[in-house]
């Protein structure tokens, strides 16, 4: 039996937005790392909170985005 979907749409009570944005930041940084591994694939992953605060993954030690990314 699995999850049930989740409907699409903005949550509206603060602190639950922002376990939830926690939660899936962590399960993207790791799926990230897997395909990364499993793949030997180049990822990058960049991730903005919604107070602009920046979460980054970069696989093999590249840098994660040129400068001229931060700049514009």
């Known amino acids: 039996m699995g999850r049930g979907r989740v409907e699409m749409k903005r949550i ?5 937005r922002q376990v939830t ?9 790791k799926k990230a ?15 903005f909170s919604s107070h602009g605060k ?3 993954y970069g ?3 590249y ?4 400068l ?3 700049e514009c």
């Open 68 to 70: 001229y990314y931060l």
């Open 21 to 29: 944005f926690s939660k899936r930041r962590n399960g993207l940084l």
């Open 59 to 61: 696989s093999a030690g």
């Open 63 to 66: 840098p994660i985005f040129p």
């Open 33 to 47: 790392h897997e395909l990364s591994v499993l793949c030997d694939a180049e990822v990058a992953l960049i991730i």
């Open 54 to 56: 920046l979460y980054e």
């Open 12 to 16: 509206e009570n603060k602190i639950n």
